[in-house]
């Protein structure tokens, strides 16, 4: 998916950045259609996977930084072209993007389609693309299309508020911001509390009281309690059930969350309604290390994600047929 945030502040931070992303696979690829990376001179974000593969698309990149055309198309059998033992073939576009070339784009019901090099006016394939993004809803990965680019627009962000920057919020922080599609937000008491340099991407909110931060979340937020307090914890749990949540999970034992859910039925919570968090967080088979839990909740989060998609991909087509 095109993310026009992330590429609009690479352009702002670098003036000119070169666009890799995948429009098409055969066989057996490092990553998916759509996977894509952002390269400037002297630096690079996001991946394309593969190693070499990657390795000659950067180098390609890099020769379109310093005088080479604006859009470039490889098709690289991984075999006989970059000795890979994928066996498949990965079909990638090279991109030269600037502030002009931002400002004429025309996203259109969350896709956007451009021709790559002269190739005309819109064909009928990536027309019809549109048409069904715009009638059905229905937003296929990038691909080529009469030699145009079509692909989608980078969807809505999770928001998620990790709270707690204790040794657990570190690890979540550190394991979840590299991943697409999230939008974090840390709080803590402090902005001491805070590691230097924080991740990418992560927005960090101090407040002496944390809690009373619940009431700006996004109603369809998820929520991580991390904190240094049990107290904070069932409060924080408290004041979430009466703001809305989409997910809510809280660190610890069966013993603390016993005593939880008969402390928030006290404070009036319905017990449906307390069984929405979950306690413990993570995979407990992992361990109790920081970073095992963070990697439980990332594998859980994943998953969630998967199924969500594919729940909606089903409606839409669904619907369209």
Known sequence: MLDLAALTDAVAAHGAVVRVVV????????REAGAAMLVWT??????????ALEWQAVQAARAMLAGGPDTRVERMPLGPALAQCCGGAVVWVAERWDAARLAALRPEAGMIARPLGDAGEMPLAAARLLARARGQGLRPAAQIAGGWLVEPLAAPQR????WGAGHVGRALAGVLAPLPGLALTWVDIAPERFPAPLPPGVACRAAPDPADLVAGAPQGAEHLIVTFSHALDLELCHRLLAHGFARCGLIGSGTKWARFRGRLAALGHAPGQIARIACPIGEPALGKHPQAIAIGVAAAMLRDGAAETGRQEAGRQEAGA
């Open 23 to 30: 429009a098409g696979t055969a066989g057996s690829a490092p």
């Open 159 to 162: 928001a998620v508020w990790i």
């Open 42 to 51: 002297g630096g690079q974000q996001g991946t394309i996977g593969g190693g």
